[in-house]
C-alpha cells in the first residue's frame, strides 16, 4: 500500500516554488501577494487561514488577512472586493468559504477579478475550466491530481467515481479526472446504492463531507482512495470521509487525513498565486 503523502509532495512543491518567487521579486520590486478575507469567526476558517498565511510567509509569498465582521452587508463586503481588485499590489484574493449565510457566494464569485482569483473558483475561471483550457485551477482537485502525478498514478482508462458534487470540490474533481481520459461517474446525496459504484471503481474521490462515511466494504482491493475529508480541528483528532485503517489492506494507494489533501490544497493555492502574479507581471510588460 502507497501513503499518498500529501505533507511531504506539497513541501517539495513549495521548496520548487521558491526561485520562482525569487524571479518575481527581482524582476517587480516586490513579492507575490495574495489578499484573504475572512469573513466573521468561524473557529475551523480562522484555522484554514492561519495555515495559508503561514505557508505563504514560509514560501516568501506576501500575504495580507482582511478580517471582516460576521454581520457585515453585502454591500460593504463586495466594496472590499473591489478595492483589491483595483489595487495593483494586489495578485490574488480569496474568500474563505463559507460565509455567513445572509452573504452571497454567487456574487462574491462574480465580483473576484478572474485575473485574480486564487481559488479558481470564480464563475469565469469555472467557464473555463469546463472548455478544458483554465488558467488557475480550483485548489483542492488540482492538488490531488498533483499527488497523483507526484505518485505517477495514471488515471487514464481508470473507472473514476468522485463522492460529492460541490463547486469546490466534486464538479471541478470530475472534470479534472475527465479531461486526464479517467472514465468518471459523480455521486451525491440522492445516488441509489452508492457502495455499487464506489466498489467498481479503480479510483474513488471521497468529498461527501461525512466523518468516517466510508470503510473496508465500500471499495475495490487494489484501488486508489482520496480522501478529500476534514474534520474536527483539534490535534490529533482530526478526520476524514474515509475509516482509514480499515483500508490499510485493501487499497493500493490512500491519502491519510491530517497529511494528505489538505497541505496540497494549500499548495495549490501558492501555485496559483504566483502564476497569477506572473501573468500580470508580463501583462505590465507589453
Ligand atoms: P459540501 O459542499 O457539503 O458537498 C458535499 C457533497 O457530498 C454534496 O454534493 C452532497 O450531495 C454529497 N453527499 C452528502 N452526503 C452524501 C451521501 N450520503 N452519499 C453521497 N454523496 C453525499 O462539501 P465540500 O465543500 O465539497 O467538502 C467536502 C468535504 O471535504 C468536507 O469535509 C470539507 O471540510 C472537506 N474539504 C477539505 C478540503 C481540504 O483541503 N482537505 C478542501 C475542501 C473541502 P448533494 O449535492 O446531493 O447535497
Redesign the pocket.
Known sequence: MILLDGKSVAAARREALKPRVESFKSKVGRAPHLSVVLVGDDPASRVYVRNKEKACHNTGIDSKVYNLPADISQEALDQQIEILNADTTVDGILVQLPVPKHLSVESIMKKIKPEKDADGLTYMNSGFLLAGNAIVKPC?PLGIMRILEHYKINVEGMKAVV????Q???KPMTLLLSDANATVTM?????KD?KSYTLNADIVVV????RR?LGRGDFKAGSVVID????GSGAGELCG?VRFEELLDVAAAITPVPGG??PM?ICSLLENTVQLAELRAINYQK
Do not use: E, N, Q
Open positions: 483542492t463522492v460529492g458534487r460541490s469546490i470540490v466534486g455521486c451525491h446525496s440522492k445516488t452508492l468529498a461527501a463531507g461525512k462515511f478529500v475529508g476534514m474534520h470521509d489533501v489538505g490544497t
